[in-house]
């Protein structure tokens, strides 16, 4: 059975570009638009692993990395942030609220790839 990946951002480009990279890998993929997009989807579905976004509005990519370390059930999720984002200081704000990984945009499908298999095999 395929692995199942949510992503989360609010961007309708980055999201198709993120179906066709992921759906080539043989991953089924979940869309969410923002933070709480992705909270009320999680109830209801079990990814393998949460691609977000950090700067989205209504739940910022941090706010959501919090909300899904709160609950116990996705306590060991793997989490890759993926945003134009590259300053030490978010990545460090990112794993403090549990992120596994950070990419930064544009991705190429290649370091996207790696990065998954980094944090789900």
Do not use: C
Not at 75 to 84: A, G, S
Request: hydrophobic residues 40%; charged residues 25%; proline residues 5%.
């Amino acid at each position: 059975m395929a692995q199942t990946i949510m992503t989360v951002d609010d961007s309708p480009s980055m999201r198709m570009l993120l179906r066709a990279a992921l759906g080539k890998m043989g991953y089924t993929i979940i869309e969410a638009e923002d933070g709480i997009d992705a909270m009320e989807k999680l109830s209801n579905n079990r990814p393998d692993l949460l691609i977000t976004d950090i700067n989205m509005p209504r739940m910022d990519g941090f706010g959501l990395i919090e909300s899904v370390r709160q609950d116990d059930s996705w306590r060991n999720m793997p989490i890759l942030v993926l945003t134009t984002e590259t300053s030490d200081e978010k990545k460090q704000r990112a794993r403090i609220a549990g992120a596994t990984g950070w990419i930064v945009k544009p991705f190429s499908p290649d370091k996207l790839a790696a990065a998954i298999r980094r944090v789900l095999h």
